[in-house]
């Protein structure tokens, strides 16, 4: 319940290892009653839309890991990531934050 309100817009969520995203999805949308849409088999990439429409989208890491997968990002910002272990630390390997706060993106 404390989350809720944090809930709006869209979230992208990346799977390790690659070719695992569209089965965690499903199991996703099952378990808050969402829609299921798979967005590309062969990129491992699916959405998952809740009751409000918000969207969660979910691909398989390239590369199978977190650094790899990050690295190819287009934009610093895209690059943010948080481990939902450990929620409170935001991990920004491309400096991403110092980015914004100069008003680069």
Same mark, same amino acid.
């Given at each position: 319940?404390? @989350? &809720?309100?944090?809930?709006?817009?869209?979230?992208?969520?990346?799977?390790?290892?690659?070719?695992?995203? =569209?089965?965690?999805?499903?199991?996703?949308?099952?378990?808050?009653?969402?829609?299921?849409?798979?967005?590309?088999?062969? !990129?491992?990439?699916?959405?998952?839309?809740?009751?409000?429409?918000?969207?969660?989208?979910?691909?398989?890491?390239?590369? !199978? &890991?977190? &650094?790899?997968? @990050?690295?190819?990002?287009?934009?610093?910002?895209?690059?943010?990531?948080?481990?939902?272990?450990?929620?409170? &630390?935001?991990?920004?390997?491309?400096?991403?934050?110092?980015? @914004? =706060?100069?008003?680069?993106?």
């Amino acid at each position: 319940a404390e @989350i &809720e309100p944090l809930l709006s817009g869209d979230f992208d969520f990346m799977v390790l290892p690659f070719g695992k995203a =569209e089965s965690f999805a499903r199991t996703f949308a099952n378990k808050i009653g969402g829609h299921y849409v798979l967005l590309d088999k062969e !990129n491992d990439t699916v959405r998952v839309i809740d009751n409000d429409g918000v969207c969660f989208d979910f691909a398989g890491a390239v590369g !199978n &890991e977190l &650094e790899s997968d @990050i690295k190819r990002r287009d934009f610093t910002m895209n690059a943010l990531a948080v481990d939902l272990e450990n929620p409170q &630390e935001i991990i920004d390997l491309l400096c991403a934050q110092a980015d @914004i =706060e100069q008003g680069y993106i």
